[in-house]
């Protein structure tokens, strides 16, 4: 049986039954407490953000608050001068955060599985699968709010021959940490933030291919895919709503974004990842060498189609900056490490705490209590037991 992909949806969520949302509700308490407790503190000297006057983030890197400019000039003289520029620590971001572990949790909310910077562009890879570590069984299908021009579901099985189970949900912030004087903003194209298999996975990436999928084929790359679903969830750390008219987005066919200095952005990307003997979110990261995240100075001129971006970076374009953010498996052994060897139930519990094991299992009663009623009914024993 499937359960309900992370995070909850709220039809399964509905059909838990009042034991499950009692639960819930629980985890939601505990939730909100623990980030009241974590009040933001001034980086340099300790004082306690205050709600008439917030701390400011430095605008290089949007890591560290301070309270005032002395503060800020202060910190950056004795400490900040070097992590500022060095990509060491993630923007600070509520949905994602590394360092944040939940009450109940062994694991942090936002694993990084990658990271690379190249020329002051850097990125963060995170996992966004589901909740039991299944692949998504059609394209877009875990992506809430997704554009409603795109695919209907009959088209999308049309294209899909068989083989369901098998797309990869990740999530990869990207930063502008450019600091040289006069630099011109950058674009990052979500298109083109492109999976790339190692040796060992490239069979079955390649196994898996789609009918008419773009494959970039380069000399020192292995199999590759292009996200087939991608939404842009986040800039400077505020949720990106949909239908919201965003000035940095350049490009909606694309997902074309223009970062300032300080600028960050999370996408939400979802790849085509092997064949089908693929099913889990693991089996998925083990086949990936890394994610290739291109970016271009910024040109007003340029009307698009920003896709030419990848191109232009396939032909090492020397404009292209271009940060590979290799994948390591040592983290993704670890992460999904009690699900493979203490199974779903201690992997739930490890990861999402224990509120949310228990709204599983009760949403699996209330389904199978369901199911029974069903059986029951269709045996012609009714209600009356
Ligand atoms: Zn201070
Ligand atoms: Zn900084």
């Known amino acids: 049986m499937s359960l309900p992909r992370y995070p909850v949806d709220v039809d399964g969520l509905m059909s838990a ?4 949302i009692a639960a819930i509700r629980a985890g939601l308490e505990a939730k909100k407490q623990q980030s009241r407790a974590a009040k933001h503190r001034c980086d340099y000297c300790g004082k306690e953000d205050d709600d008439k006057k917030p701390l ?29 520029s060095s990509f060491s620590e993630t923007p600070l971001c509520r949905p994602f955060n590394p360092k944040l572990i939940l009450a109940g949790c062994s694991y942090p ?44 579901m009959e088209q999308l099985l049309a294209a899909l021959p068989g083989a369901p189970g098998r797309f990869l949900d990740i999530r990869v912030m990207v930063q502008n940490r450019v600091r040289r004087k006069g630099a011109p903003p950058m674009v990052v194209v979500g298109k083109c933030i492109i ?15 789609l009918p008419g999928e773009v494959n970039v084929k380069l000399q020192d790359w292995n199999g590759s895919v292009t ?27 694309t997902t074309s974004v223009v970062l300032h200095q300080g600028d960050f952005v999370i996408f939400e990307l979802q790849y085509r990842c092997g064949g089908p003997n693929i099913s889990r979110d693991f089996e998925a990261w083990e086949l990936l060498d890394h994610i290739f995240v291109p970016s271009v100075p910024y040109d007003p001129a ?17 404009s ?46 209330a389904l199978g209590q369901h199911m029974a009623m069903m059986m029951d009914m269709a045996m012609g024993g009714g209600l009356g037991r």
């Open 56 to 84: 400011q983030a430095c605008t290089g890197c949007r890591t560290v608050r301070y309270c005032n400019k002395t503060c800020q000039t202060a910190h950056y003289r004795v400490a900040h001068k070097r992590d500022c």
């Open 302 to 318: 340029f009307s698009g189609p920003w896709s030419e971006l990848l191109p232009r970076a396939v032909e090492k374009d020397d």
């Open 195 to 209: 999976a790339i298999s190692s040796a060992r996975g490239t069979p079955q990436i390649i196994e898996g291919n």
């Open 227 to 253: 996200p087939l679903f991608l939404k842009l969830t986040h800039y400077n750390g505020k949720e990106v709503k949909s239908g919201e008219r965003l000035a940095a987005l350049k490009d909606d066919k």
């Open 320 to 365: 292209v900056c271009e940060v590979r953010a290799k994948v390591s498996q040592e983290l993704v052994d670890r992460w999904f490490a009690d699900y493979k060897q203490k199974g779903q139930d201690a992997y739930i519990r490890s990861h999402y705490g224990e509120a949310r094991a228990q709204m599983i299992a009760a949403g699996n009663n």
């Open 17 to 20: 039954g009042a034991e499950g």
């Open 109 to 152: 909310e936002v694993p990084i599985f990658a990271k690379a910077h190249v020329d002051g562009m850097g990125c963060w890879v995170s996992p966004s699968g589901s909740i039991d570590c299944s692949l998504a069984a059609l394209p877009g299908s875990r992506i809430p709010s997704r554009n409603r021009d795109n695919m209907s």
